[in-house]
């Protein structure tokens, strides 16, 4: 073959390649969704569609600019901040739902997501952490479970202080521990189960947790905040907001103010925060950060578990689904 018939096929060949690789990096990708937290919304093993041209895809390392704005509802494709091994290019990429953006107040009162003082309804593909408990005698198997299409479930202690409320609310006398179970399901789906004849009872787990969850971000004391509350509202960090920042605080915002945004945090035995080698009482936001939750709300990656998300992480809006 002569160089110049192969430099024709290299051109014919390579071409074509070219394009479909920048249409796959800038523009619109495929993700195959690995887990359920965002069930059943996106199932597991679902493929969904990927705009990556709305809010800008990573090239080199770099954020490219984007063509529209991230909204409330907006389910997106980021890079996933608990990835801390990898270079941000090559960082795993995960799904999840913005539930509010820059300098939104944001809270979680019995798992309802109240934003700027307004409860937002949940979509019927949500779920959330239901208790069931088994009529006195029965035992639920798989064939119940596969019948309602569950999952995830899982049953709590034998013994426990919720068999004996139970036993008294339902006048049971047998001294064998109820069949408690707490199962992910959307009001719909509890809806059906808590009608089956083999079910006493079915209702939303809405506990008000005491003490402090400290395996909920931001992971400290100050703020009084379990997976299903984070009452009193907090604002989200945006561009030019001023945060305060003392040894309270500092736990809240120390991944802004140094992962994100390069800054050198010092604190002394006696609290005093410094950041750059200056003392501060606060700081000035740099750019925008976002709150993100699974649509599955008690089998979580999201916020709760590993914090604010960053503009610059959100690299694409989830079009569709097959």
């Keep these: 073959m002569s160089k110049k018939t192969l430099k024709r096929v290299l051109i014919f060949c390579g071409i074509p390649l070219l394009i479909i690789y920048l249409f796959f990096q800038f523009f619109f990708t495929f993700y195959k969704m690995p887990d359920q937290t965002m069930e059943d919304t996106i199932k597991k093993g679902e493929y969904v569609f990927i705009n990556k041209l709305a809010f800008g895809s990573i090239f080199m390392g770099i954020k490219l600019p984007g063509v529209s ?5 907006d389910i997106v494709y980021m890079i996933d901040p608990s990835d801390v091994d990898n270079p941000i290019y090559a960082k795993r990429r995960i799904i999840g739902r ?7 107040y944001f809270s979680l009162n019995t798992r309802r997501v109240v934003v700027n003082g307004k409860i937002v309804e949940d979509l019927p593909t949500i779920k959330h952490g239901y208790r069931v408990v088994a009529k006195d005698g029965v035992t639920l198997d798989s064939t119940f ?3 309602y299409e569950l999952s995830e479930y899982i049953r709590e ?3 426990t202080d919720m068999n004996i409320k139970y ?5 049971f006398i047998d001294d064998n521990p109820l069949e408690i179970w707490e199962i ?29 969850y400290l395996k909920i971000w931001p992971y400290c004391n100050y703020w009084f905040w379990n997976r299903w509350n984070t009452e009193p509202s907090f604002e989200v960090p945006g561009k030019g ?6 040894y309270r605080t500092i736990r809240g915002y120390e991944e802004i103010v140094s992962k994100y945004e390069g800054n050198k945090i010092d604190a002394t035995k006696d609290f005093d925060i410094f950041i750059n080698g200056k003392m501060v009482n606060s700081y000035t936001v740099r750019n925008n950060y976002y709150i993100i939750l699974s649509d599955n709300r008690d089998r979580f990656y999201d916020t709760r578990t590993w914090g604010l998300v960053p503009e610059n992480y959100i690299i694409g809006k989830v079009i569709g689904k097959k």
């Design 241 to 246: 907001v001023s945060v305060p920042i003392n």
């Design 167 to 171: 036993k008294k609310m339902y006048g």
């Design 157 to 159: 202690g034998q013994k």
């Design 98 to 104: 913005v539930v509010a953006i820059p300098k939104d």
């Design 145 to 147: 479970f596969n019948k």
């Design 184 to 212: 992910p399901m959307t009001k719909a789906k509890a809806q059906e189960v808590d009608k089956d004849t083999l079910i006493s009872y079915t209702r939303k787990i809405k506990s008000r947790v005491p003490g402090r």
């Design 69 to 73: 704005t991230i909204q409330n509802g």
